[in-house]
């Protein structure tokens, strides 16, 4: 079993930066393949981006790539989402997952992830 627990949304202009943390109990994150998701209000869940189990090969969707970036601290069981050049319509409850499954496939599909946080709240204002 693995606890997740993200921190560090909040409010921030638009342009602005926040940094995202998932901090991991019970298994180390390496172990799993990692992602963040989000939904935004009146939106359905969508994926933003994923780091693989056996090499850390990232994985992001369009609307974030070159503005987001995706780590992981196995001395801290951490995994980040770094967030440049915030937008308004990147405002959304965001989600840390882990995916238990036995594949070296990164999955987009939140119905592939098993364990999920509570989720944390980004707004960016204009």
């Known amino acids: 079993q693995v606890q997740l627990v993200e921190s560090g949304g909040g409010l921030v202009q638009a342009g602005g930066s926040l940094r995202l943390s998932c901090a991991a109990s019970?298994?180390?994150?390496?172990?799993?393949?990692m992602a963040w998701f989000r939904q935004g209000p009146g939106k359905e869940r969508e994926f933003v981006a994923a780091i693989r189990r056996s090499d850390g090969r990232t994985y992001y969707a369009n609307s974030v790539k070159g503005r987001f970036t995706i780590s992981r601290d196995k001395l801290r069981n951490t995994v980040a989402l770094q967030m440049n050049s915030l937008k308004p319509e990147d405002t959304a409850v965001y989600s840390c997952a882990a995916d238990v499954r036995y594949t070296v496939f990164v999955s987009t599909a939140a119905s592939d992830y098993k364990y999920w946080g509570q989720g944390t709240q980004v707004t960016v204002s204009s």
């Open positions: 019970g298994r180390t994150v390496s172990n799993y393949h």
